[in-house]
C-alpha cells in the first residue's frame, strides 16, 4: 500500500521510461523481425514454434534476443544492487548505458545487422530490471500486462465497494499512457526515418539518466 504520495519525479520518470520501452517495441514490431523487444513472452512463443515446426533459423534469432534481455537484466542488477527505489542507487549509470546501446542498435539496425535488435532487447532488459518497488508498489516499465491486470482489479474491487488505492491506480495509469504514446510515437518515427526512431527513447534515457546524477547530487530526489 502507498502510505504517502508519490513524488512528482517519479510520475515523470516512470512515464518517460514507459515511453522508451513503447517506442522500442513499436520498431521491433515494424523493423525486420515484426516481434516485440521489449518484452520476451512473444519471441519464447517464436522460439516454441520455430523448434516445433523444425524452422531453426528464427529460432536461433530469438534464442538470442531472449538471451540479450536476460543479460540486460544481470547487468542492471549488478549496476543498481538493490530492488528498493532510493535516492544513491546507481540508475542514472544504468540509464545512460541503456541510451548508449539504444544509439549503437540504431546504427546496426539501419546497416542491415540484426545484432542491433539484441542490444534495443539488452537494453530493455537492463531497464526492466530497474523495476522497483516503491512503498509496496511495484513500478514496471517495459511492458503493461501486469499494469493492465492490476488496473483490472481495482476495477473489480472498486465495482464491489470495495476500498482502492488511488495512488497505485494513478501511477499504473501514468505508466500505460506513457507506454501508448511512446507506441504511437515510436510507430510515426519508424514510418518517417526508420531506425533512426531508436535515438528517440535513446534521447528520452540519456536525458533520464543525466537529470537523476543532478537530482541526486542536489538532494531533490526522495
Known sequence: ?????????????GFVLSCAAGSIN???????????????????????NELATGRYALGVYAVVVVASFFAGSVLSAMIIRQSALKLGRRYGVALVLESVLLVVASRMLS????????LAA??????????THYSGAVIRTTHVTGI???????????????????????????LLAGFFCGGVLGSLGYTRIGFDTLLFPAALTGAAGGLYFVFKSTGKAR
Open 148 to 174: 493492465i491486470t492490476d488496473l483490472g482489479i481495482a476495477l473489480g474491487l472498486k465495482l464491489r465497494g470495495e476500498p482502492v488505492e488511488t495512488r497505485r491506480t494513478g501511477l499504473l495509469l501514468v
Open 122 to 131: 539488452m537494453a530493455c532488459g537492463l531497464q526492466n530490471a530497474m523495476a
Open 26 to 48: 513499436a520498431v521491433g514490431f515494424l523493423g525486420m523481425h515484426h516481434q516485440a523487444i521489449s518484452h520476451m513472452s512473444g519471441t519464447v512463443t517464436v522460439l516454441s
Open 1 to 13: 500500500m502507498l502510505s504517502k504520495p508519490i513524488p512528482p519525479w517519479i510520475l515523470l520518470g
Open 111 to 118: 546497416n542491415g545487422d540484426y545484432m542491433g535488435d539484441c
